[in-house]
């Protein structure tokens, strides 16, 4: 499994990013798909995740302002990051369990004030 995740760059807050993580597999045979992030000098906290059902699941940090969904056909996990913060500064990573977990190369996020 090979996770490519893009969209990150820099946003005022406020602002909006959609991230995109594509899988070299089906990911409808994906147990679960999402996001972590992690800032400097801080530890890897989940941010999102989406079952192969659909069940969604989110941090407390970002609840009501990002949302994770993703195309079957596209292979594709998305995460739609509105409302940004400053706070939400961090390299995100994607990724998969399926057989194990799989990580993707991760995006910087950087929210300024």
């Known amino acids: 499994v090979q996770l490519q995740a893009s969209g990150g760059g820099l946003v005022q807050a406020g602002g909006s990013l959609r991230l995109s993580c594509a899988a070299s597999g089906a990911i409808f045979s994906f147990n679960v798909m999402g996001w972590y992030r992690q800032a400097p000098g801080k530890q890897r906290e989940l941010v999102a995740s989406?079952?192969?059902?659909?069940?969604?699941n989110y941090g407390d940090s970002v609840k009501g302002r990002f949302t994770i969904s993703r195309d079957n056909a596209k292979n594709t996990v998305y995460l739609q990051m509105n409302s940004l913060k400053p706070e939400d500064t961090a390299v995100y990573y994607c990724?998969?369990?399926?057989?194990?977990?799989?990580w993707g190369q991760g995006t910087q996020v950087t929210v300024s004030s």
């Open positions: 989406i079952t192969s059902f659909g069940r969604t």
């Open positions: 990724y998969a369990i399926f057989r194990g977990t799989h």
